[in-house]
């Protein structure tokens, strides 16, 4: 569906809830009640892993894989942690999520093994079309994001919708990541940009 058809609202066009519409990644307006049901059970469990977590961090891992269901058993996750619903994201194995990550997971998002999640990472994928009218009549969207295996993303990174990071990859602090990432780089700044290439023996070259 078109920006313009979805500003018409048109049911004739599309029978699908905008929990459905939402689900299969197509544009939909965040007022079905199975929407608002599900955000409610994740602020829920967002504040028992808060709690489990100040009470002993090690215990509140268990409040964390209720949190987000695709966590790896020897993941380690840090509160205070911000999702939509938690069950759209996957961390693998052996990865460590610093405090504060922001993960909309509107649309799914996955973490590979082995990385580090810097502190106030934010992981973004909601989109809103950029024809004013649609977005005035509240319609959205989402769009995937894939961080690869043993990838460090620096505090503050930001990850947009649609971006994978190939795996190795090193996205430095504060950068705003608006394209894919290739595996084996350092990309910086706003935008990221490519600064350097990793070797495999884990000595750095100039890209």
């Not at 459905?20 to 994740?42: F, S």
């Not at 977590?53 to 409040?63: K, N, V």
């Not at 106030?120 to 894939?146: C, G, M, N, S, Y």
């Amino acid at each position: 569906m078109s920006d313009h058809e979805a500003s018409r609202g048109d049911g004739a066009a599309d029978r699908r809830s905008h929990h459905e519409r939402m689900m299969a990644g197509d544009l939909y307006i965040a007022d079905d009640p199975a929407i608002a049901e599900a955000q409610g059970v994740a602020v829920r469990r967002m504040a028992r892993f808060a709690d489990e977590y100040h009470r002993d961090p090690e215990r509140g891992q268990e409040a964390a894989r209720e949190l987000m269901p695709g966590t790896d058993p020897t993941a380690f996750v840090r509160a205070p942690i911000y999702v939509d619903y938690g069950t759209n994201i996957r961390i693998g194995a052996r990865t460590f999520v610093n405090m504060g990550l922001t993960a909309l997971d509107v649309a799914p998002i996955t973490i590979g093994a082995d990385c580090q999640i810097g502190p106030h990472v934010q992981l973004l994928t909601p989109t809103h079309p950029l024809d004013p009218q649609p977005r005035r009549d509240k319609w959205e969207a989402a769009r995937p994001i894939v961080i690869g295996d043993n990838v460090w993303l620096g505090g503050g990174a930001i990850i947009c919708p649609g971006v994978s990071v190939g795996e190795n990859s090193v996205v430095a602090a504060g950068a705003v990541v608006t394209k894919d990432v290739p595996a084996n780089v350092v990309v910086a700044g706003v935008p990221a940009k490519v600064i350097r290439t990793l070797e495999e023996d884990g000595e750095s070259a100039a890209p």
